[in-house]
């Protein structure tokens, strides 16, 4: 966990000043994958992994960017227009973009350090984007609704950094409850918040295969998902998005459509009514019930829209006859990273030792398992 105390030092005896420190939390995501920028609906909570991002102004008019994590410090002069295809892309895109909605940004020093893990599907970026994003609104003296910020800082990780997120991660680690997951119609924007038991714990199953949202794989995907929706648009003018379209739309067109295409709108437009339904047992209570859709979620997510490999399906896989296993999924973008087990509490520890252990010996990786729960939303530390 973060010592802020350490950082604040850290900060100054670098830069030479008291810095404000915001903490931007990264998140997990229950069940809906893939299905934000398809305007359909997620549903994540945050988690207490964080990034720390501490500012304090300069006078000679630079942007110095120090990372705890890279151990490297990068000096700019101001705001720059274009991304250089480095981890400061994510901090000053966000700067970028805020200039551009018409703040004069002065000259600061940002330090940042952080706790999510890097390329595990657990929204590293988007803490990085988020915590920034209140650290320059607060040298500026501005500030934003929740949800109009995340679509600021999702559009810097689209236009600056070169990936095509949907709003999901921004989303949640700007307007995240503690102890609750969130469902998100990422149409407009609007939530629904499901407590999340006390009985229930996070546990979060790295399988070390590093993930990339800028990579070739979630892009490749997208378009194979759009295209399905291109071609039911064809026979109903009024389609947009996956999230207009039916399993019924599907089965009419599905022959018009390459075969992959088929397959990815088939998880898609399925997994949009499993996270609604799952946001419903959860509010219910109806632990087993959003365990099922769970399993369903990763099925689906595996063997339609491709977007697992084999350690995560292994990940999932040996969680299934362990005690207190509630429902098991890969979470975030794809193709390697994490996955979330939802397990009983009383069960949690046991659980991921055994689970940890069958995996290293499967795969021959020793996993990293966090047992989290859900946090509050980003936020400036006191
Ligand atoms: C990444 C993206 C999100 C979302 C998920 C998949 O985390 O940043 O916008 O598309 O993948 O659900």
């Not at 810095?19 to 990264?26: E, K, L, R, S, T």
């Not at 600061?108 to 390329?119: C, E, M, N, Q, R």
Request: proline share 4%; net charge negative.
């Amino acid at each position: 966990m973060h010592d802020a105390k350490a950082f604040r030092s850290m900060h100054k005896e670098r830069f030479g000043a008291e810095p404000a420190i915001f903490v931007g939390p990264g998140r997990v995501n229950l069940i809906g994958e893939h299905t934000d920028y398809a305007e359909g609906f997620v549903m994540p909570a945050a988690i207490n992994f964080a990034t720390l991002a501490g500012i304090s102004p300069r006078t000679d008019g630079k942007i110095a960017i120090y990372s705890e994590n890279q151990g490297e410090e990068k000096v700019f002069d101001g705001v720059q227009a274009k991304g250089i295809k480095y981890w400061t892309d994510y901090p000053i895109g966000v700067v970028s973009i805020l200039a551009g909605e018409g703040h004069k940004i002065p000259g600061f020093s940002l330090s940042i350090w952080s706790d999510v893990p890097l390329a595990s599907g657990l929204s590293s970026s988007a803490a990085l984007e988020v915590s920034t994003a209140l650290a320059v609104l607060s040298l500026v003296g501005a500030s934003y609704p929740g949800p109009v910020l995340a679509r600021l800082c999702q559009r810097a990780e689209n236009e600056f950094v070169g990936a095509n997120c949907g709003i999901m991660d921004q989303f949640i680690s700007l307007n995240a409850k503690a102890d609750h997951a969130l469902l998100l119609d990422c149409r407009d924007l609007t939530y629904k918040l499901a407590p999340i038991p006390d009985h229930v714990a996070l546990v979060i199953a790295n399988t070390m295969v590093k993930h990339s949202v800028a990579g070739g794989d979630y892009p490749t995907r997208r378009r194979e998902s759009e295209a399905a929706c291109a071609v039911i648009a064809r026979h109903r003018p009024g389609v947009k998005f996956l999230r207009d379209c039916t399993l019924d739309d599907l089965k009419k067109s599905g022959n018009e459509m390459e075969p992959k295409s088929y397959l990815r709108a088939k998880h898609v437009i399925s997994e949009n009514l499993r996270t609604v339904a799952a946001c419903d047992a959860l509010l219910k209570g109806h632990m087993k019930e959003l365990g099922r859709l769970m399993g369903d979620a990763h099925r689906s997510y595996s063997q339609d829209f491709e977007g697992s490999c084999v350690e995560a399906d292994a990940m999932v896989a040996l969680a299934q006859d362990l005690p207190g296993l509630i429902g098991a999924r890969l979470t975030g973008g794809g193709f390697g990273g994490c996955t979330i087990n939802l397990v009983e509490q009383t069960e949690a520890a046991g659980f991921a030792e055994k689970l940890g252990a069958r995996y290293a010996q499967k795969i021959g990786i020793t996993p990293q398992i966090h047992i989290c729960h859900a946090s509050g939303g980003a936020h400036r530390l006191e």
